[in-house]
């Protein structure tokens, strides 16, 4: 009496195997090419096609993503000493981003970001980009504008432009871009070039969350255009949503010169156009 292969484990291919349909066809068979009748498999060896099996695995595990986590937390801006909210500040202005320690590569994309001179103030007033990325800054304005930033090394000056698609400017390095206009001292907005793609906005509750992160330490950053930054060191998986309080510092309207480093009030308007 002839001895049969054992079944085919679960979960095992073989390529070029293909699985009975029919009632009655062994286990062991394989179909041969254009017959369609069975012939024994003989060099079938369920030991090493588990083995097979389990190495293919192992390598669909290791091209999975690295776990990740979520981070969320409350910001809420307080007045000067702490004690109090703030009045007049607004909390979605503000930006919560994390650094792993081991960065993730950020990539710019072709069409550019834009910064708009409407009504005389730059929209929006804060611009989230990854590092390389372009600002147009079109001008809807009947009236001339200079947009312009002192802010090394991402420093620029589109000179005077009249209503129309605006200029461009490639932002290489991170960090913070003050920018103004030359002609009107009330026009301020900020460009901030982030190195990480992790970054979020709060809602007008002051709610954050931060989604995907990996796990491992990084540092988490919250920018605010009237407090100093706050930093924190943190190693994720997180315990609880965190709570943050940052104190305004600094006006709406920050004090500044122009682009010749001179004061708006002492040389005045020359362009006339308020």
């Known amino acids: 009496m002839g001895t049969s292969c054992p079944a085919l484990p679960p979960g095992i291919e073989i390529p070029g195997y293909r699985r009975p349909s029919r009632p009655g066809l062994p286990n062991h068979a394989l179909l041969s090419p254009g ?3 069975p012939q024994v498999a003989r060099d079938f060896n369920p030991g090493r096609q588990s083995r097979a099996a389990l190495f ?3 390598l669909a595990l290791l091209a999975l993503p690295a776990l990740a986590d979520d981070l969320h937390g409350h910001l809420q801006l307080l007045a000067k000493g702490g004690k109090e909210p703030a009045k007049g500040s607004d909390v979605r202005q503000a930006v919560v981003y994390f650094e792993p320690a081991n960065p993730q590569a950020v990539k710019a994309p072709e069409k550019p970001f834009e910064m708009v001179t409407r009504r005389k103030e730059l929209v929006p007033r804060l611009l989230v980009i990854p590092r390389g990325s372009k600002v147009r800054f079109p001008n809807e304005d009947p009236i001339l504008h200079n947009v312009f930033s002192v802010s090394a090394p991402n420093q620029f000056d589109l000179g005077l432009y009249q209503k129309g698609p605006g200029k461009e400017k490639r932002f290489e390095q991170p960090g913070l871009v003050r920018v103004y206009c030359n002609v009107h001292h009330d026009m301020v907005a900020y460009i901030l070039v982030l190195d990480t793609p992790l970054h979020a906005t709060p809602d007008a509750n002051g709610e954050f969350a931060l989604l995907g992160l990996p796990r491992g330490p990084g540092k988490l950053t919250v920018w605010h255009e009237q407090a100093d930054p706050w930093t ?38 020359r362009y006339e156009n308020r």
């Open 35 to 37: 017959k369609g009748r």
């Open 56 to 58: 293919a695995a192992s």
């Open 232 to 269: 924190m060191s943190v190693d994720l998986p997180q315990k609880g949503p965190l709570t943050i309080g940052l104190q305004i510092v600094r006006p709406l309207i920050p004090s500044h010169l122009n682009k010749s480093g001179k004061s708006y009030f002492r040389s005045g308007d």
